[in-house]
């Protein structure tokens, strides 16, 4: 890391290099990066607070998996792994567009009846 080797005596004098790379797990997704232009498309960079966006920013987007609810801890770890970012997010259900049409018709249907009911009284 940094200036240092990976067996420099600073990291304990360690007898083997630190892995990189994930033994194993499940992928549950891809990741898609994303350009210049798409960034400012949803607004990042354009901001006079961020000044000029530099040769090194980059973007990124993933779509979460169906059935991934409540709350998670996210984190990046960048190069140099000094530099990490940690967000506390919840991931709720989002409702299917079936339900939504129900709700719909049921909210139509209800004030179909308010002026059917109002019409009647006059």
Same mark, same amino acid.
């Given at each position: 890391?940094?200036?240092? *080797?990976?067996?420099?005596?600073?990291?304990?004098?360690?007898?083997?290099?630190?892995?990189?790379?994930?033994?194993?797990?499940?992928?549950?997704?891809?990741?898609?990066? /994303?350009?210049?232009?798409? /960034?400012?498309?949803?607004?990042?960079?354009?901001?006079?607070?961020?000044?000029?966006?530099?040769?090194?920013?980059?973007?990124?987007?993933?779509?979460?998996?169906?059935?991934?609810?409540?709350?998670? /801890?996210?984190?990046? /770890?960048?190069?140099?792994?000094?530099?990490?970012?940690?967000?506390?997010?919840?991931?709720?259900?989002?409702?299917?567009?079936?339900?939504?049409?129900?709700? *719909?018709?049921?909210?139509?249907?209800?004030?179909?009846?308010?002026?059917?009911?109002?019409?009647?009284?006059?």
């Amino acid at each position: 890391m940094g200036d240092l *080797a990976w067996n420099d005596s600073y990291f304990g004098n360690r007898t083997r290099q630190v892995g990189n790379v994930i033994d194993q797990g499940s992928k549950v997704g891809g990741v898609t990066l /994303l350009s210049e232009t798409e /960034l400012q498309t949803l607004g990042f960079g354009t901001s006079p607070a961020f000044g000029t966006i530099g040769t090194s920013i980059f973007g990124f987007k993933f779509e979460r998996p169906q059935g991934f609810e409540g709350d998670f /801890l996210a984190t990046l /770890l960048f190069e140099c792994i000094n530099d990490g970012i940690t967000l506390k997010g919840s991931a709720r259900a989002v409702p299917v567009p079936g339900l939504m049409a129900g709700m *719909a018709v049921a909210g139509a249907y209800g004030m179909w009846r308010q002026k059917r009911r109002k019409a009647a009284t006059v």
